[in-house]
């Protein structure tokens, strides 16, 4: 298993591309989380992306935590562009196929189908 640095430096994360806040925590948890700046606000500068962590009290945990979240959205990010360009490539490999056949003769026979019911437009005298 990776660590969390190489994790972010195969990412192409680097620490001064993030801007760090500590802000109060707020809901459950009793008085204590409410009067501490344990919660942990992580934004990369580069792309604008946001992430924010207080799953724990500690300040400490919630950077690794957040730090790990912005490293799954770009993993997860690189993963969906590698297989939106799979499905590019099939898709034009699909389109540059030659016709069976069976789809050749459908063809023919919806020209042939459209050039008679042309035909009965044509006046009558033609």
């Not at 640095?5 to 109060?24: K, P, S, T, Y």
């Not at 034009?92 to 459908?106: C, I, L, W």
């Amino acid at each position: 298993m990776e660590t969390l640095a190489e994790r972010m430096e195969a990412l192409g994360i680097l620490e001064e591309d993030l801007e760090e806040r500590f802000v109060l925590g707020s809901g459950s948890g009793g008085q204590k989380i409410n009067k501490t700046s344990s919660c942990v606000y992580l934004k990369h500068l580069p792309t604008g992306r946001e992430v924010s962590c207080q799953e724990t009290r500690s300040r400490e945990k919630n950077r690794e935590i957040a730090r790990v979240r912005l490293c799954e959205f770009f993993e997860t990010a690189a993963a969906e562009a590698k297989l939106a360009a799979a499905r590019e490539r099939a898709r034009r490999r699909y389109q540059k196929r030659k016709p069976s056949k069976a789809a050749k003769a459908r063809l023919r026979a919806a020209k042939q189908h459209r050039s008679e019911r042309k035909s009965s437009r044509r006046k009558v005298g033609d």
